[in-house]
């Protein structure tokens, strides 16, 4: 008798739960905006995104902020103005979280850019700093931009031997 009710209630949609749609992919810089640079997208994780920026204390801030996830696309190519473009999207909980991570951001410029970024405000939010040049010969300008959206962030860093700002501006425009 226990068999029969076991397999009766199988039978009513006792097994496994319908698989969840698959996530979209997080929203990046369309490559068509860089022609001649070409890379491939992937996933980072808090303790990545922490890496990358030099600050450890990051990937827990970020938990603690809601992070939900992180995609970059890193493309490469030299033929042109720009020689290297990451694009970068941040997914928050909410919208507090991706000011926050934002704020940070700009807290700590010099950890992508070196000493004493120079630092100005882009229209529609966000922000856009220069990275200083040391004088090097073979030394290029770099950007970094960065633009919280609702519970997203946009990060795009750049450089390459014709790149200044009405070329990181532009690109900015163009951030998701």
Not at 8 to 13: E, P
Not at 22 to 37: F, K, N
Not at 141 to 153: E, I
């Amino acid at each position: 008798m226990l068999a029969v009710l076991v397999l009766a209630a199988a039978a009513c949609g006792g097994g496994a739960a319908p698989a969840a749609a698959p996530e979209r992919p997080l929203p990046l810089l369309d490559a068509a905006a860089v022609p001649g640079l070409s890379g491939e997208r992937r996933d980072l994780t808090a303790v990545e995104l922490a890496q990358d920026a030099g600050a450890r204390e990051l990937g827990n801030l970020l938990e603690g902020w809601g992070f939900v996830r992180a995609s970059e696309r890193d493309m490469r190519g030299g033929t042109g103005d720009i020689a290297v473009l990451v694009t970068r999207t941040v997914e928050f909980e909410g919208p507090t979280g991706a000011h926050r991570y934002a704020d940070f951001l700009r807290r700590k410029a010099t950890l992508t850019l070196g000493s004493a970024p120079d630092f100005r405000p882009l229209e529609g939010g966000g922000y856009l700093f220069e990275g200083s040049l040391c004088g090097c010969h073979r030394e290029t300008p770099q950007y970094l931009v960065v633009r919280p959206r609702g519970a997203r962030v946009s990060w795009l860093r750049l450089n390459g031997p014709g790149v200044d700002e009405a070329i990181a501006r532009r690109l900015a425009r163009q951030m998701p």
